[in-house]
């Protein structure tokens, strides 16, 4: 009775690798991640998904209207898939987040730290899982795709392989990838993970 999660990120955007954005409004994808996307949108069409979640976060919900095209699936907004509340940090750069002690304390110490005024990885990783035991219930033997940010897959990927939220920075999950897992009724195992499309 195991269901497949194919959890992935959304595609690339113009503020990738600069600005930690978080939760920002209306950062959309650019001419490669509209590329990435469809290519992505094909490639998971092949596995026949029963259902697309994304997270609310306007970068993600553009990546799944790619998926649900190809797909023929209707998105459902899922706030257990939104990204990180960064609270304070939202909108910097990370050059400038470079020079913040907290900063340097929440990347390397990540299972007790927490962003000014926003959301702890713990935190985040308790929603995102219960988000895809949701999934898992409502949809026994199926496929679902949840399309989310790195660091909520990093956290349930954690979470299935048993490891610290301090072990974030051992794997990478890149834009437009997609990472798998089998969850059944009492257990789970990661199928593959940080798997791309190139561009």
């Not at 994808?29 to 697309?52: E, Y």
């Not at 000014?116 to 999934?135: D, N």
Request: glycine residues 8%; aromatic residues 6%; proline residues 5%.
């Amino acid at each position: 009775m195991a269901t497949t999660i194919l959890l992935v990120r959304h595609a690339t955007h113009p503020l990738i690798g600069r600005v930690l954005c978080g939760r920002m409004p209306d950062v959309k994808l650019d001419d490669s991640g509209h590329q990435q996307a469809r290519r992505l949108a094909t490639r998971l069409a092949a596995a026949a998904p029963r259902v697309l979640h994304t997270s609310p976060v306007h970068r993600a919900r553009e990546t799944a209207d790619f998926i649900a095209r190809a797909c023929g699936l209707q998105p459902r907004l899922s706030d257990a898939l939104n990204e990180i509340d960064f609270g304070a940090w939202t909108g910097s750069s990370f050059d400038d987040l470079a020079e913040d002690a907290a900063w340097s304390r929440w990347n390397s110490v990540r299972a007790d730290a927490c962003p000014p005024g926003g959301e702890s990885m713990r935190q985040a990783q308790l929603r995102a899982v219960a988000g895809v035991q949701r999934m898992r219930a409502d949809h026994p033997e199926e496929t679902v795709i949840a399309v989310s940010h790195a660091d909520i897959i990093k956290a349930i990927l954690l979470w299935c392989l048993g490891l610290s939220l301090d072990a974030h920075h051992r794997f990478d999950v890149d834009p437009a990838s997609v990472s798998a897992l089998a969850l059944w009724d009492g257990g789970g195992k990661v199928l593959w993970m940080n798997e791309g499309v190139v561009g």
